[in-house]
């Protein structure tokens, strides 16, 4: 007799092994299927660390998802026992009165959230590493910090697991389709039938749910050799930046004598997976974070390594979390467009409330693919 799962997660990454891992702790059949041995260096989460922010200045709409998701990075550091979060700080950087830091502070007043402003003299004072220009300003959110994005992945995959999840990995999916409301996972191993479906696939999601709205951008990040006062022993927190060339930078305090620093805008429009070039092999992959080391951080000397990756943006920057239209067993979460990661664990458990028919606690009508189509 066939085996039917009540849930089958399709790509275990960032969102799909939360997914699992929740599913599976609710007494969920579970079956996580993805194409490597996760955490790996495909994912969505590859490049060891992620930067979480709670008064977020992309938008208000994602503070509670984030104070949500803080609850549950912790309450996984607790029952894996492994080290995920590290409360350094985030700095964010930028023109006074810009949107994104005004954001922020509206979101801190609206959720009653502690940060502390800096003028840029203040800043260069207080963090000597800075060369922050006259008419720009620093909000400093302590409670903020980075994730362990690959030990984060692994902690779920292996929780789920000790939990009665089934794991089919080295595993890739063919197709979807929804039979009779039964869903047939075909994958290169055989067909698997769930009567529940996950699509979190990150990038490459097209190849299976082909009308999304969502582009692969090649992105690259930066190890640099550093300064002592960059490390996150010296107490440099997290950072993002918005600076005078319109570039936006992110980074992270400096551990090992290495800071690793990416931009989230520009990247190479892609189309494909050979597309995705290993860092380096285009020569602007080395020229990204010059401006930022010349203008903004001190102690940022000669790089060290580099490595590739992709985003899956979507036409506004903000999530896509839906079923897929017509089909009310089959779920997808797709466009996290580079600022994702910090929300995988409640977009989980979001996705198994779904699952069980439960009202999700936060107004999601923002991420739907709803948007895309007036």
Same mark, same amino acid.
């Given at each position: 007799m066939t085996e039917i799962y009540d849930l089958i997660v399709v790509g275990t990454g960032s969102v799909g092994s939360s997914a699992g891992y929740y599913a599976s702790m609710k007494g969920l059949k579970v079956l996580e299927v993805d194409e490597g041995q996760p955490p790996h260096d495909q994912g969505s989460y590859h490049g060891d660390t992620r930067i979480i922010r709670h008064a977020y200045g992309e938008n208000p709409m994602y503070v509670p998802l984030a104070l949500r998701a803080q609850e549950l990075w912790q309450s996984l550091e607790k029952q894996a026992q492994v080290k995920i979060f590290h409360e350094t700080g985030v700095l964010n950087i930028g023109a006074e009165k810009s949107q994104f830091l005004s954001n922020i502070v509206i979101s801190a007043e609206q959720y009653h959230l502690p940060i502390k402003i800096y003028d840029a003299k203040s800043a260069n004072e207080r963090w000597q590493q800075l060369n922050l220009p006259i008419g720009f300003e620093a909000i400093l959110e302590s409670r903020g910090g980075y994730l362990k994005s690959e030990d984060a992945v692994s902690a779920y995959v292996n929780q789920a =697991?000790?939990?009665?999840? +089934?794991? =089919?990995? *080295?595993?890739?999916?063919?197709?979807?389709?929804?039979?009779?409301?039964?869903? +047939?996972?075909?994958? *290169?191993?055989?067909?698997?039938?769930?009567?529940?479906?996950?699509?979190?696939?990150?990038?490459?999601?097209? %190849?299976?749910?082909?009308?999304?709205?969502?582009?692969?951008?090649? =992105?690259?990040?930066?190890?640099? *050799?550093?300064?002592?006062?960059?490390?996150?022993?010296?107490?440099?927190?997290? !950072?993002?930046?918005?600076?005078?060339?319109?570039?936006?930078?992110?980074? !992270?305090?400096? #551990? %090992?004598?290495?800071?690793?620093?990416?931009?989230?805008?520009?990247?190479?429009?892609?189309?494909?997976?050979?597309?995705?070039?290993?860092?380096?092999?285009?020569?602007?992959?080395?020229?990204?974070?010059?401006?930022?080391?010349?203008?903004?951080?001190?102690?940022?000397?000669?790089?060290? +390594?580099?490595?590739?990756?992709?985003?899956?943006?979507?036409?506004?920057?903000?999530?896509?979390?839906?079923?897929?239209?017509?089909?009310?067993?089959?779920?997808?979460?797709?466009?996290?467009?580079?600022?994702?990661?910090?929300?995988?664990?409640?977009?989980?458990?979001?996705?198994?409330?779904?699952?069980?028919?439960?009202?999700?606690?936060? #107004?999601?009508?923002?991420?739907?693919?709803?948007?895309?189509? =007036?």
């Open positions: =697991k000790k939990v009665g999840a +089934h794991q =089919k990995f *080295n595993t890739r999916v063919l197709a979807i389709a929804d039979e009779h409301g039964l869903v +047939h996972v075909q994958t *290169n191993d055989g067909v698997f039938l769930g009567k529940h479906v996950v699509v979190t696939a990150g990038t490459w999601v097209k %190849d299976l749910i082909p009308n999304l709205p969502i582009q692969p951008v090649r =992105k690259v990040v930066s190890w640099f *050799n550093s300064d002592q006062s960059l490390s996150e022993r010296a107490n440099f927190p997290a !950072f993002t930046a918005e600076t005078t060339d319109g570039n936006q930078y992110y980074g !992270f305090p400096a #551990n %090992d004598g290495m800071i690793k620093i990416g931009r989230h805008n520009g990247g190479q429009i892609i189309s494909n997976r050979e597309q995705r070039v290993q860092f380096g092999e285009n020569s602007e992959d080395y020229d990204e974070i010059t401006y930022f080391k010349q203008h903004v951080l001190r102690g940022v000397n000669q790089l060290h +390594h580099g490595v590739s990756c992709t985003y899956d943006v979507s036409p506004d920057g903000h999530f896509i979390i839906d079923y897929v239209p017509g089909h009310k067993n089959i779920q997808v979460v797709t466009g996290l467009s580079g600022h994702g990661f910090k929300f995988a664990s409640v977009l989980g458990e979001i996705l198994i409330d779904r699952v069980l028919n439960i009202e999700p606690k936060y #107004n999601l009508t923002a991420f739907s693919l709803s948007r895309f189509l =007036k």
